[in-house]
């Protein structure tokens, strides 16, 4: 079966610019997760969602990050202004079930740096 | 707070021998643990699940094994492999749509 995909792959821009992340998940996965990894540590949920509706975004800074999922399949995050300290590399993951008792599977992420 | 540690060390094993990763948590119940392993410049890849009532599981090389008491689960790796070198993560998640949480990782080599 095709993966999880994501694109772009890296992404350097400028602080307080915008940018967005594009996530296509397995087929037939109802729950998509995205993941902020900070070089040398480990991936932090930021917000799950279950077919299209959002199940946890207690860790998303809203005031700069939304994200979507339209039709309850691809996902788009996006970050409005970037800050230094967003450098970090995105994950996108799905699953079949959103308990995680199969494990997720991931895409290969996107590197972004913000310079 | 509810903390997953793992040790942020760098683990160095002959190959052939065994090595065994620790993941330690506290101030966490967890329903079910899980183990990922992640190369440089990729995703986590799922390996094991281990539930809360279960002591050990295995899958071909690999075993794990969740201690609720101690808090704490042991990742191991018999005859390893310089191909088995990577990051290894835990995660666990304390039950239904609970959000999975990620330990640090802890880096193994492989030194053939």
Redesign the interface.
Known sequence: EAGVAQSPRYKIIEKRQSVAFWCNPISGHATLYWYQQILGQGPKLLIQFQNNGVVDDSQLPKDRFSAERLKGVDSTLKIQPAKLEDSAVYLCASSPAGTGIYGYTFGSGTRLTVV | SQK?EQNSEALNIQEGKTATLTCNYTNYSPA?L?W?RQDP??????LL?IRENEKEKRKERLKVTFDTTLKQSLFHITASQPADSATY?C?M?S???Q???????TKLQVIP
Do not use: H
């Open positions: 997953i079910y899980q990922y410049g990729r995703g986590p890849v799922f699940l993560l995660a998640n039950g239904g749509y959000k999975v949480t990620f330990g640090t990782g």
